[in-house]
């Protein structure tokens, strides 16, 4: 076991190399056979069959050769070996004085990571990478062997600048917060004892067993005792996860990781299959891998295409491979395909869950486009109008404005929800005049309320004389003033303007009462903010201060343009309004009692139930009273039979 592969690469160099050198230098400088034999230490033994030919060289120079070509070999594998020895034993030096400055230093005060912060998923990334290359490297060289021994020195160095990097991890994990009732936890001995009593300490311990003492016994071709390495590999799906819900394109990322699977899955069988083949031997029949003594498939690069290609067509059960000769091929072939069958159909469904999910908003848009269309048909509209409702549909997909924020948005608590929108929709509301000095509690109502609308080319958003029951605010696009001709221009509106915010008021007093006072057309695509008065008097009855102040500004507004009558304004309140509040009232009132006569009902429920349990006892605890004086104390019943 020790001798895998280096037997062989001695022997190579040893008899190949050095004895072919050799003969071809003895053969170029002698006519004569040179025999040296060493019985004794300090004996020498020189046999000559042949007469010396004194004109070349001396035989004591082949010799002198031959001894200074041995020592330059052993030197350069002790050399070599040194290397070795010497980064087991630093890297073992410096993950001792770690985990000795781990277990000694307490500082009173320690920083805690946030497990949903930045730091956390950076480092996340760094122990990724290690993981990655135990999970994909290990098997590679374990099976391979040329790629383990020709850059044996480089393999050690990854290998245990990784160990630190897992070790670094397990001290990263003792300063990992968590939350507890709600709150991140920062007792460092709270932490440590957490991360202890989880399985992840128990994993990240069998990881750091320094199997590497196995090198000593087995030799340094046998990468395969490092195998506990990855335990780690969790570590590895927890950044992935993390990814997911950061990134802007989740779907490409898990068809990303699907495919790294993928690719992992057939890495390993590939090597599964070298080595397979090393067991029953290369070149043994035509299931197996080709002799290696073939220059053509004796090259490393070859031997892993070539078991890429077979565990890609074994895996993905399409076949077209050598047929298998012997049983153990036989049995090596059958667990594959079940391997093979197993998760490529776990694969294949996940796929098309995940491009159904890509294109379920496709689908969802292109239903109601299609219910559009089969109504206009059956109702007989116009093919003009048709076209333009086409054209809205399309704009909206276009321009990624198919999207209802209240959907989207209603799955949130009403607070982050409220967040959202002042985010997104407070500086727009603010450009409103009337609403510039309102208190932020009242904007922060508003703008929930505020709901966003698309109209095309040519649409009215009001005509003058229509009822004012909304006001509008222009987020992109140009509104045009047009005459009644619809024509003529007289203002064009752009970005953050706004009209209407006087009708939705209805000060009293106002000449136009609450009419539209002008045509408002749009010129192209056009997305607007629309309040309706209904959401502003609801949000403006727990803002009564607020109330007052938007009705003077809206009076100041009229008088300014010559359309506020003083002498109605002057005049006592409307009795319409009047009995708007009584009905409002009146309404408050029905629910208070509805929900009075509902909680009368579940109190006398309850008062019913209570009554009929201490019926029953009033029942049973004479009988307890008897059986108790009758049998000396025994106690009663049990409490199943009481009740």
Same mark, same amino acid.
């Given at each position: 076991?020790?001798?895998?592969?280096?037997?062989?690469?001695?022997?190579?160099?040893?008899?190949?190399?050095?004895?072919?050198?050799?003969?071809?230098?003895?053969?170029?400088?002698?006519? *004569? $056979? /040179? !025999? %040296? #034999? &060493? =019985? @004794? +230490? *300090? $004996? /020498? !033994? %020189? #046999? &000559? =069959? @042949? +007469? *010396?030919? /004194? !004109? %070349? #060289?001396?035989?004591?120079?082949?010799?002198?050769?031959?001894?200074?070509?041995?020592?330059?070999?052993?030197?350069?594998?002790?050399?070599?070996?040194?290397?070795?020895?010497?980064?087991?034993?630093?890297?073992?030096?410096?993950?001792?004085?770690?985990?000795?400055?781990?277990?000694?230093?307490?500082?009173?005060?320690?920083?805690?990571?946030?497990?949903?912060?930045?730091?956390?998923?950076?480092?996340?990334?760094?122990?990724?990478?290690?993981?990655?290359?135990?999970?994909?490297?290990?098997?590679?060289?374990?099976?391979?062997?040329?790629?383990?021994?020709?850059?044996?020195?480089?393999?050690?160095?990854?290998?245990?600048?990784?160990?630190?990097?897992?070790?670094?991890?397990?001290?990263?994990?003792?300063?990992?917060?968590?939350?507890?009732?709600?709150?991140?936890?920062?007792?460092?001995?709270?932490?440590?004892?957490?991360?202890?009593?989880?399985?992840?300490?128990?994993?990240?311990?069998?990881?750091?067993?320094?199997?590497?003492?196995?090198?000593?016994?087995?030799?340094?071709?046998?990468?395969?005792?490092?195998?506990?390495?990855?335990?780690?590999?969790?570590?590895?799906?927890?950044?992935?996860?993390?990814?997911?819900?950061?990134?802007?394109?989740?779907?490409?990322?898990?068809?990303?990781?699907?495919?790294?699977?993928?690719?992992?899955?057939?890495?390993?069988?590939?090597?599964?299959?070298?080595?397979?083949?090393?067991?029953?031997?290369?070149?043994?029949?035509?299931?197996?891998?080709?002799?290696?003594?073939?220059?053509?498939?004796?090259?490393?690069?070859?031997?892993?295409?070539?078991?890429?290609?077979?565990?890609?067509?074994?895996?993905?059960?399409?076949?077209?491979?050598?047929?298998?000769?012997?049983?153990?091929?036989?049995?090596?072939?059958?667990?594959?395909?079940?391997?093979?069958?197993?998760?490529?159909?776990?694969?294949?469904?996940?796929?098309?869950?995940?491009?159904?999910?890509?294109?379920?908003?496709?689908?969802?848009?292109?239903?109601?486009?299609?219910?559009?269309?089969?109504?206009?048909?059956?109702?007989?509209?116009?093919?003009?109008?048709?076209?333009?409702?086409?054209?809205?549909?399309?704009?909206?997909?276009?321009?990624?404005?198919?999207?209802?924020?209240?959907?989207?948005?209603?799955?949130?608590?009403?607070?982050?929800?409220?967040?959202?929108?002042?985010?997104?929709?407070?500086?727009?509301?603010?450009?409103?005049?009337?609403?510039?000095?309102?208190?932020?509690?009242?904007?922060?109502?508003?703008?929930?309320?505020?709901?966003?609308?698309?109209?095309?080319?040519?649409?009215?958003?009001?005509k003058k004389g229509d009822i004012g029951r909304e006001m509008y605010i222009i987020k992109e696009g140009k509104l045009a003033v047009v005459a009644d001709?619809?024509?003529?221009?007289?203002?064009?509106?752009?970005?953050?303007?706004?009209?209407?915010?006087?009708?939705?008021?209805?000060?009293?007093?106002?000449?136009?009462?609450?009419?539209?006072?002008?045509?408002?057309?749009?010129?192209?695509?056009?997305?607007?903010?629309?309040?309706?008065?209904?959401?502003?008097?609801?949000?403006?009855?727990?803002?009564?201060?607020?109330?007052?102040?938007?009705?003077?500004?809206?009076?100041?507004?009229?008088?300014?343009?010559?359309?506020?009558?003083?002498?109605?304004?002057?005049?006592?309140p409307d009795p319409k309004d009047m009995e708007e509040k009584v009905e409002k009232m009146t309404e408050t009132l029905d629910l208070l009692q509805t929900?009075?006569?509902?909680?009368?009902?579940?109190?006398?429920?309850?008062?019913?139930?209570?009554?009929?349990?201490?019926?029953?006892?009033?029942?049973?605890?004479?009988?307890?009273?008897?059986?108790?004086?009758?049998?000396?104390?025994?106690?009663?019943?049990?409490?199943?039979?009481?009740?």
């Amino acid at each position: 076991m020790g001798e895998r592969g280096e037997t062989g690469e001695t022997g190579e160099t040893g008899e190949t190399g050095e004895t072919a050198e050799t003969g071809e230098t003895a053969e170029n400088r002698y006519t *004569h $056979t /040179h !025999t %040296h #034999t &060493t =019985t @004794q +230490p *300090h $004996t /020498h !033994t %020189h #046999t &000559t =069959t @042949q +007469p *010396h030919n /004194h !004109t %070349h #060289t001396q035989p004591h120079a082949i010799i002198d050769d031959n001894i200074f070509h041995f020592f330059s070999l052993q030197k350069q594998f002790c050399f070599e070996s040194q290397i070795v020895r010497l980064t087991l034993v630093y890297t073992s030096w410096v993950c001792m004085c770690v985990c000795v400055c781990v277990c000694i230093y307490r500082p009173k005060e320690i920083t805690v990571i946030d497990p949903s912060g930045n730091t956390y998923y950076n480092w996340l990334f760094v122990i990724t990478m290690p993981v990655m290359y135990n999970c994909t490297l290990i098997i590679a060289r374990a099976c391979f062997e040329e790629l383990q021994s020709d850059y044996l020195v480089y393999w050690f160095i990854i290998d245990y600048v990784s160990d630190l990097v897992y070790l670094a991890d397990m001290v990263f994990r003792t300063r990992t917060g968590y939350l507890e009732q709600g709150l991140l936890v920062k007792d460092e001995k709270k932490l440590r004892d957490c991360y202890k009593k989880s399985l992840q300490f128990k994993l990240d311990l069998a990881s750091m067993i320094p199997t590497d003492i196995l090198y000593f016994y087995f030799g340094l071709n046998y990468p395969e005792i490092r195998l506990n390495k990855l335990l780690r590999f969790n570590r590895m799906l927890e950044f992935f996860q993390r990814t997911e819900t950061r990134t802007n394109f989740p779907n490409v990322l898990r068809i990303s990781n699907l495919v790294m699977y993928i690719v992992i899955i057939i890495h390993w069988n590939a090597c599964l299959y070298y080595s397979f083949s090393k067991a029953v031997g290369f070149g043994a029949d035509k299931f197996v891998y080709p002799d290696i003594t073939d220059p053509e498939f004796g090259r490393l690069v070859r031997k892993y295409a070539y078991s890429m290609y077979w565990s890609t067509l074994t895996l993905t059960t399409i076949g077209e491979t050598p047929p298998p000769v012997k049983n153990s091929e036989y049995f090596f072939v059958v667990a594959d395909f079940l391997v093979g069958v197993l998760i490529f159909a776990t694969i294949v469904g996940n796929v098309g869950s995940m491009i159904t999910n890509m294109n379920a908003a496709r689908a969802d848009f292109q239903a109601r486009i299609d219910a559009i269309k089969q109504y206009m048909t059956f109702r007989k509209v116009t093919k003009d109008l048709e076209k333009r409702v086409i054209k809205w549909f399309d704009y909206l997909w276009t321009n990624k404005k198919a999207v209802d924020e209240r959907e989207v948005l209603k799955f949130l608590p009403d607070k982050l929800r409220a967040e959202v929108a002042i985010n997104v929709h407070l500086d727009t509301l603010k450009k409103v005049r009337i609403f510039a000095d309102c208190e932020a509690g009242l904007l922060v109502e508003l703008v929930l309320k505020l709901q966003p609308q698309v109209y095309s080319p040519g649409d009215y958003i009001c005509k003058k004389g229509d009822i004012g029951r909304e006001m509008y605010i222009i987020k992109e696009g140009k509104l045009a003033v047009v005459a009644d001709d619809g024509i003529k221009q007289f203002v064009v509106l752009s970005d953050g303007s706004y009209f209407g915010e006087i009708s939705i008021l209805a000060i009293k007093g106002s000449r136009a009462g609450n009419r539209r006072t002008a045509n408002i057309r749009s010129i192209g695509y056009s997305d607007l903010f629309c309040l309706s008065k209904d959401d502003l008097m609801e949000a403006l009855t727990e803002y009564p201060d607020a109330k007052a102040m938007l009705e003077e500004k809206g009076r100041q507004i009229l008088m300014k343009d010559g359309l506020l009558d003083l002498e109605v304004a002057a005049q006592g309140p409307d009795p319409k309004d009047m009995e708007e509040k009584v009905e409002k009232m009146t309404e408050t009132l029905d629910l208070l009692q509805t929900r009075y006569a509902r909680l009368l009902a579940e109190h006398e429920a309850a008062q019913s139930r209570l009554k009929r349990r201490v019926t029953k006892l009033e029942k049973v605890i004479p009988q307890v009273e008897e059986v108790t004086g009758t049998e000396g104390g025994v106690p009663p019943a049990t409490s199943k039979e009481t009740q």
